[in-house]
């Protein structure tokens, strides 16, 4: 490896070890655990370009040639596994897409597994070429979901989108120097660059996502309600229609969740003003929480909370989501009462959960419709209600015909065979 080379790599390695600083400080910040995911991604990548690039073999002695092999081998379907893992929970595909979900998964679990293997099973000459098809058409893939998360709405995906494409021309680039193909320095320089740009984009996708999740307002503006920070009223509305627009081009099917709390005084007379505000909050964050923070959480009114699903996997997902959220704005919560001690309060809730057909509806009748079944939640067990699709009847979710249960995972259903031959 050339001098010039070196320094190009080296340049390279320093830019994306900034990026790396500045996730462990958005994390010191933040406390965010979305944050420390990034930080350890981006050192996959660092270690990426270093061994890829030759650096990691020109800058260590001769003796430890075997292990850099070997290393370059495993770092990207490491890298892969990282990345998948990762962008799947950033793009929030277990609540919105099945086949984003599905093929993030699969490709975050079979990417080291079969860098274990070629190294068990090829001869060595085989192993870094068999790495490096896998890891291009994985990234062929993540190109292919964010494009399908930017169609699906999702306001980051054309960045991280950008940031995929050069992250595709950059790993073939550095795959063929690692093999060996000639570059010239010119083709160094590039690959270099476009690695550390891509570092440096998807950094700045990941700080995006992770300060509307935390959140973290110094100032209260009008557009959002004081005491939660959510989008409210007029500002809130909007985000639906702009929704309904995307969805009328996508033709996805999706749900609108009404939450509305009954009997707030309760919670007032025991803690306090502060107190309930303190609880308000903690329900807006358990809401977003179990939505995803890809999906839209606001305060419609002060006792009202909507939050937005654009798409979903299928109608049957509807029944999960809405026992979840059920079940998680019941539990009880501890906030600081009047006079400074901790109090266990618990909402009184009914959760409406409106199914979103492939073609648009009008927003004024959607919100109005989800807030009837969060009124008539309050009468069910579960504090969850939809409209039955056979009926047209309001019943409890559990009950309504929106599709088969998910099937037992094969594990419980031997240790049930086990139970019943017993």
Known sequence: MQMLEIA?????????????????ADYAWTRHVAALHGVVYNLGCLAFVVLLSGLAGALLPDGWANEVRVAQVLVGPV?????????????????RDRLMDQCLLLGGIVGPL????????????????????MVVLNTVIVVWMTMRAWLLGDPLAPGMTA?????????????????????TLAGHAVIAGGAALCVAVVGAMLWKRNQRAVRVAQEVHSQYDPVTKLPAGLP?????????????????????????????????NVAGNAGLNEAYLHL??????????????????????????????????????GLRVAASLRRPM??????????????DVGVGVLRLHAQGQDVEDLLHDAQQLAEAARALPSRAATRDPASGEVVAVEHA?????????????????????A
């Open 8 to 24: 190009v790599w080296s340049a390279a390695s320093g830019a994306i070890a900034l990026v790396v600083l500045a996730g462990l």
């Open 79 to 95: 890298a892969v596994c990282l990345g998948d893992l990762w962008l799947r929970a950033w793009l929030g595909a277990r609540y």
């Open 114 to 133: 079969l860098g274990v293997a070629s190294l068990w099973l090829l001869q060595p000459e085989w192993q870094l070429p068999l790495a490096g098809a």
């Open 163 to 183: 940031g995929t494409m050069l992250m595709l021309a950059s790993t073939t680039g550095l795959y063929a120097i690692a093999l060996g193909m000639p570059v």
């Open 236 to 268: 809130l509305v909007r985000s639906l229609l702009r929704a309904q627009r995307r969805r009328r081009l996508t033709r996805r099917e999706g749900a609108v969740i009404a939450v509305i709390v009954f009997e707030p005084e309760r919670i007032r």
């Open 284 to 321: 807006a964050q358990r809401l977003q929480h179990q939505v995803g923070v890809v999906n839209p959480v606001g305060r419609y009114w002060d006792r009202c909370f909507i939050a937005l699903m654009e798409s979903i996997h299928s109608p049957a997902a509807m029944r999960t989501v």
């Open 334 to 347: 501890q906030v600081t009462g009047a006079d400074g001690a901790q109090v266990q309060v618990r909402f």
């Open 401 to 421: 015909q929106l599709g088969p249960r998910a099937r037992p995972r094969t594990l419980f259903r031997m240790v049930a065979r086990n139970r019943a031959r």
